[in-house]
């Protein structure tokens, strides 16, 4: 429940609902099963598709709980498949065998193949991007290139180029951080100047209004490219 003023309003928080947890801990144990005997590089590439649907298919809602407990009882369905394979030997020797260090991770469920290593995937790996409810007023037609672009990251009217940028930059003006609105005049620009090496990459552009970009430009020039990047908001 949250306040708004002297009204007690509530606030829906949606989660996967335990009896989809359940199908789906069964159908990651049924795939572990299956593959008892099977090398380890084939186990995980048989559960990286399931594990990495089911998390993109729930992102959009309140996940985070339910990804690090699935994640955890997975560990222990491993560790039981290990277990299996391996009876009586040293556990610690045996954990070394599958479990490895990958980039921060300590202990990650991979294969140590140079060639093809393979990691498996893991719930809490997903990012929770919350649906953000269209406005009541709002329509694909109604001409507010910004608001769709932003949202969508397309737009019929809009190149490629400039809607991926408005979805990137969440519909703001990198420059002034305002939102940009219906009937502001935007232009791209590059973050590191092309005098100054700059690419012409979507890492290294930006969409900036157009005064802003003019005085971004301005700065660019009288201080050979120290304001190449724009200030943060």
Known sequence: MALR?????????????PEKIQRHIKRIGDIINAHKTAPQAA???????????????YSTVS???SFSFLDYVIY????AWVKYRHHGENAHKVNNKYWHT????????????????????RHTEQPILYHIKVQNNRSPFDGDWAYWGSRLGRHPELTNRVATLLKKQKGKCTYCGLYFKDGDTWE??????RSQGGRDTITNLQLLHQHCHDIKTALDRSSGGMFGKTPSH
């Open 63 to 65: 996940s985070k709980r």
């Open 43 to 57: 186990l995980i590439a048989h559960l990286n598709p399931v594990i990495r649907g089911w998390a993109n298919y």
């Open 188 to 193: 791209v620009d590059h973050i590191i100047p």
């Open 76 to 79: 222990q369905q491993l560790r």
């Open 5 to 17: 003023g002297n009204h007690a309003c509530f606030i829906t928080i949606i989660t996967p609902s």
């Open 102 to 121: 990958v980039g921060k991770d300590n202990w990650c469920f991979s294969t140590t193949d140079e060639k093809n290593p393979l990691k498996l995937q």
